[in-house]
């Protein structure tokens, strides 16, 4: 595999429902982020990972949980999610902080 | 984030035709990225321009970092049905803002053959 990878591409669930979205980066890069893509939107940064350090969280409400065990791997752990949070998430990654980010193809997540 | 202005916010052409978007912003930035997305995929890097007046192609796009350095444009030569797509310029803020991306809403493009 290649670039960034992301799993479940698709995912249907219930407001009361745990779940969870991969990103897996293989382009050795330091640097991890989570968007959210609503239609008729610009894309919403979530949290940034710097050297497997959270270091920017936009006002992201706590349902939202990410984790980044190492700096290949980046997780977004979902709980009592509402309808309005269904939307495209993007994971992407860069070499640096400062570096042009590479994103993978997004889950699509619809909340009932 | 800053707001980015992003236009025109569709286009409808026929192939062969060249096409031109841009994007404006009340806020100076140090580096200038043109992503295209198809559809159910991520963004896919098309060109990024570091320095203000600096001209770069890739292919039939052409892309450039107005002197200002508040705005850019993103021309294709010839479109053909594959540009199909959505275009999104995003503009990076320096370290004092961490860096950050700012996506203007995208430039949806059809292509008919």
């Known amino acids: 595999e290649t670039g960034v990878t992301q799993t479940p591409r698709h995912l249907v669930m219930g407001m009361t429902n745990k779940k969870s979205l991969k990103c897996e980066q293989h382009?050795?890069?330091?640097?991890m982020y989570w968007y959210k893509q609503s239609a008729k939107k610009p894309l919403e940064l979530m949290f940034v990972y710097s050297l497997e350090e959270r270091v920017e969280n936009n006002s992201v409400p706590s349902r939202f949980s990410p984790e980044c065990p190492n700096s290949s791997h980046l997780f977004l752990h979902l709980h009592t999610l509402q309808p309005e949070d269904s939307a495209l998430y993007l994971c992407a990654s860069s070499q640096t902080r400062a570096g042009v980010e590479f994103f993978g193809p997004g889950t699509r997540l619809t909340v009932l | 984030g800053q707001q980015l202005n992003q236009s025109p916010q569709s286009m409808f052409i026929q192939e062969g035709e060249d096409v031109s978007m841009n994007c404006t912003s009340s806020s100076i930035f140090n580096t200038w990225l043109w992503y295209k997305q198809d559809p159910g995929e991520g963004p896919v890097l098309l060109i990024a321009?570091?320095?203000?007046?600096e001209l770069t192609s890739n292919g039939r796009l052409t892309a450039q970092f107005g002197i200002t350095r508040k705005d850019s444009f993103l021309n294709i030569s010839a479109s053909i049905p594959s540009d199909v797509g959505i275009y999104f310029c995003a503009g990076q803020l320096d370290s004092n803002s961490g860096y950050a991306l700012n996506f203007g809403k995208g430039t949806s493009l059809l292509v008919t053959p």
């Open positions: 382009l050795g890069h330091n640097a």
């Open positions: 321009l570091y320095k203000a007046g």
